[in-house]
């Protein structure tokens, strides 16, 4: 459904929507005609964040602006803004005034420092026994008394799972982790191919082979013999659970650039995880029949999450989940019950294969580190130690911008290359970014099949902060033959005894992207979701419209003050738990999400907010 907001007439003039405007209006820059509009992934302003070491890997603070040059495809830059950050040990209050009863917003309490840390716990991606060495080294680290960095916590599996917001209590971090119904507990993931599967599909090839199936597979006149078939048919199963497990992790990925974009400064996400692949190409080792169909592209997505990060300002350190580990052709549990090293009939191509894979692992790493500007960390069992070490990296760093010699918004890849005059120092920055046309993304975005706010509405789920809103919740009885008030047809609001809710939204204009008419006015378009969950996370109730923004020119600068404000309306049954609510500007591809407990909403109408 579709629903025309037009601002046509004068204001509520309430309290209420004057206290969220000054929320919202104080939390957020107006903007300016004046200034350049900056953007990571645009071709208007590019900006780069720099890690400097010495020889010992040890930050270096105190380089001049004039010592740094930049390069864009080759071609000098000038640098147009410089800045030094070190470390800070806590974190500022915001000015945010006391909000009235009903009234949830999605704006941070605290100013942030300069850069924070996001502890991400891989389990999609990780055997049981990385996880378990993992939550070991986390729970070791957290206990260091002179933790003083800012830090959070999530956890991705069939979906990214928030787990503790930012602090610097290392006690409050550690009895989140420990909860392993909603942290970041051990969970087995269905879509990675353990050492024990793999040692029975290849003992189930060589009983094939040695009654007499040829060693090498290849398609003949006279077809496939049985083993290779069966090999074929284990392979490609294989690449359809990888297809999966990609999409899951670059939709985490995703979902956290979103949450994290919200948040001002460099982030710092540490990637615990034993192994995911960027792309899987055809391993001629294996011997398939037909080699091409297990082989895999993922650059379109890859590179749409890239873009996203590098717009958040994220930087991944990859840490190996494995530690430090011996040929897993040595496991145990790489062999089949009764088998053990040496016993399977092809042992040096096991061997060669197993070697490349840990490599491309290794690679995959690195090459996910350089793309972001951080570093990755393999072979150590010292995960403490790492994190110390990312610790310190992420928190002293330069940041400097420029406006790109080339502004074509052509979609290409455009390398950047920073370089320091003087001394022997190691650099980290992203290598590049994509100058992506804007209006493409919007207009392909448009007609997509794929609900924009849907990977971003799960219970649970981080609060994606791009997009500044605040809500008032106002619980009411249902009318005597009031229609229902959400998109489940199987649920009837009076027969239910449901609670009907009217959500009024404010949201900040300058998120938006409005676009202007000649005469002055202004248009835009947004979806807004609202979903009710019981506390076991399942749907009762959802309503999804299109909002189309429309307003002229005398009232547009209303807007800008106060924001856009609105109100739909849901229907819960006794058992709904959480509201939550999201908001997706399709002209910015920006979007705001805010989860309430249904438990906090007081029950009558709220009081009356004073200035």
Same mark, same amino acid.
């Given at each position: ?42 071709? &208007? ?9 010495? &020889? ?188 999966? &497990? ?6 985490? !990925? ?55 990060? $590098? ?105 950047? &290359? ?9 650099? $980290?920055?992203?290598?590049?970014? !994509? ?177």
């Amino acid at each position: 459904m579709r629903l025309c907001v037009s601002f046509s007439f004068a204001f509520p003039a309430f309290g209420l929507i004057l206290v969220l405007g000054e929320v919202l209006n104080g939390q957020t820059a107006k903007p300016q005609s004046s200034a350049e509009p900056t953007f990571k992934t645009q071709a &208007r302003a590019v900006i780069v964040d720099v890690v400097v070491t010495d &020889r010992d890997g040890r930050p270096v603070q105190g380089l001049p602006g004039d010592s740094f040059r930049v390069e864009e495809d080759g071609h000098p830059q000038k640098i147009s803004s410089f800045e030094e950050h070190a470390a800070t040990a806590h974190s500022a209050p915001t000015n945010l005034p006391s909000l009235p009863p009903n009234v949830f917003i999605n704006i941070p309490r605290e100013k942030l420092p300069d850069s924070v840390t996001v502890l991400l716990f891989d389990s999609l991606n990780t055997p049981l026994q990385d996880q378990t060495f993992v939550r070991a080294g986390m729970f070791k680290y957290l206990k260091n008394p002179r933790l003083d960095r800012r830090m959070a916590i999530f956890a991705l599996g069939a979906q990214l799972r928030f787990v503790q917001g930012f602090s610097d209590d290392p006690s409050l971090l550690a009895v989140a982790l420990s909860n392993v119904t909603a942290g970041a507990g051990l969970e087995t993931s269905p879509l990675r191919q353990t050492y024990g599967e793999k040692a029975a599909n290849q003992q189930a090839t060589a009983q094939l082979t040695l009654n007499g199936a040829p060693p090498v597979c290849a398609a003949s006149p006279h077809g496939v013999n049985a083993a290779c078939a069966l090999k074929q048919f284990q392979a490609e199963q294989t690449a359809s659970r990888t297809d999966v &497990r990609v999409a899951l992790t670059l939709e985490g !990925f995703q979902e956290l650039a979103h949450y994290l974009g919200g948040i001002p400064g460099r982030k710092n996400v540490v990637w615990f995880s034993t192994s995911f692949p960027l792309g899987v190409f055809a391993n001629r080792d294996l011997q398939l029949s037909d080699p091409d169909a297990v082989q895999r592209d993922y650059g379109e997505n890859v590179r749409r999450t890239a873009a996203l990060l $590098a717009d958040a300002d994220v930087a991944i350190y990859p840490l190996s989940a494995a530690g430090t580990t011996a040929d897993p052709f040595y496991d145990p549990e790489h062999h089949a019950i009764g088998a053990g090293p040496g016993s399977d009939p092809d042992v040096r191509t096991e061997i060669r294969v197993d070697s490349v894979q840990r490599n491309a692992e290794h690679a995959t790493m690195e090459e996910i580190a350089a793309d972001t500007g951080g570093q990755a960390f393999y072979d150590t069992n010292g995960l403490s130690d790492a994190l110390n070490r990312i610790a310190d990296l992420g928190s002293y760093f330069y940041t400097m911008s420029y406006a790109p010699t080339n502004s074509a918004a052509d979609g290409k890849f455009r390398k950047i &290359r920073v370089t320091l005059t003087g001394g022997k120092y190691k650099l $980290a920055y992203r290598r590049g970014y !994509f100058a992506l046309d804007e209006k493409a993304i919007r207009r392909h975005g448009s007609k997509s099949g794929d609900d924009p706010l849907q990977h971003l509405m799960g219970p649970g789920m981080p609060e994606s902060t791009e997009i500044p809103l605040a809500l008032r919740v106002q619980a009411e009885a249902i009318p005597a033959g009031a229609a229902p008030a959400g998109d489940n047809e199987k649920l009837d609001g009076l027969k239910c005894q449901c609670t009907r809710y009217v959500v009024s939204y404010v949201i900040a204009a300058n998120k938006l992207h409005l676009e202007p008419s000649p005469d002055g006015s202004r248009h835009g378009r947004i979806e807004v979701a609202i979903v009710v969950y019981d506390q076991e996370g399942q749907t009762l109730n959802w309503s999804l419209r299109q909002l189309d923004l429309d307003m002229d020119a005398a009232h547009y600068p209303a807007v800008e003050e106060n924001g856009v404000h609105f109100s739909l309306e849901i229907d819960a049954p006794k058992e709904g738990f959480y509201l939550r609510s999201g908001v997706y500007d399709w002209g910015s591809n920006l979007a705001g999400t805010l989860e309430v407990p249904i438990n906090r909403i007081v029950r009558g109408p709220p009081a009356t907010a004073s200035k």
